[in-house]
């Protein structure tokens, strides 16, 4: 419904979509919500750049779900972008 009213590119849409790629990994669907949630981060990247409080977060989704896969090194290398120090 989003994607037809708003765009692929509203933050409503990457907000519904950072939503379903959560409960895609809690189904344990761990490789369709790495796709969608890299998907949503780099839109959130586009439009608010990369550390807008939207694109850090969904940016932590990510890494959740790339440590759910077991891929530390990606892991750790998105957080710190999400996070510099």
């Given at each position: 419904?989003?994607?037809?009213r708003f765009g692929q590119e509203h933050p409503d849409?990457?907000?519904a979509s950072i939503g379903l790629s959560v409960d895609l990994g809690h189904d344990g669907q761990l490789d369709q919500a790495r796709e969608l949630a890299d998907v949503c981060c780099h839109r959130y990247q586009r439009i608010f750049a990369e550390q807008h409080p939207h694109t850090v977060s969904a940016m932590a989704n990510l890494a959740i779900i790339l440590?759910?896969?077991?891929?530390?090194?990606?892991?750790?290398?998105?957080d710190m972008r999400a996070y510099p120090r």
């Open positions: 419904m989003a994607v037809s849409t990457i907000a440590r759910l896969q077991g891929r530390p090194l990606e892991t750790y290398e998105l």
